[in-house]
């Protein structure tokens, strides 16, 4: 059983940044995969980005690329999530998730946390 937390979500207009947390909990978190994904209204929910506990291995989705970084602190057992150059369709509800391996958390979470919203304005 994993436990997620998110926080950081907010308005914020175009161009600009926020930072997400998710605070992880659990007794074998070190197995698991971390991920972000996100849902705008009206559409499926979409992978984000994936980082593991171990090692340096992160992976992001086309649509962010090099404007969006995870990242982790293995001490807190914490990810975050950093986006800049925000665009109006980041507009979302993002959610923390974590997988038993890479190849499930690029495409699902085994444990979703409850969400943050994220509004981007033009």
């Known amino acids: 059983q994993v436990q997620l937390v998110e926080s950081g979500g907010g308005l914020v207009q175009a161009g600009g940044s926020l930072r997400l947390s998710c605070a992880a909990s659990?007794?074998?978190?070190?197995?698991?995969?971390m991920g972000w994904f996100r849902q705008a209204p009206g559409k499926e929910r979409e992978f984000v980005a994936a980082i593991a506990w171990s090692g340096d291995r992160t992976s992001h989705a086309d649509s962010v690329k090099g404007r969006f970084t995870i990242s982790k602190d293995n001490s807190k057992s914490t990810i975050y999530l950093q986006m800049d150059s925000l665009k109006p369709e980041d507009t979302a509800v993002y959610y923390c998730a974590a997988a038993l391996s890479h190849h499930i958390i690029v495409r699902k979470g085994d444990y979703y946390g409850k969400g943050t919203l994220v509004t981007v304005s033009s």
């Open positions: 659990g007794r074998t978190l070190s197995r698991y995969y």
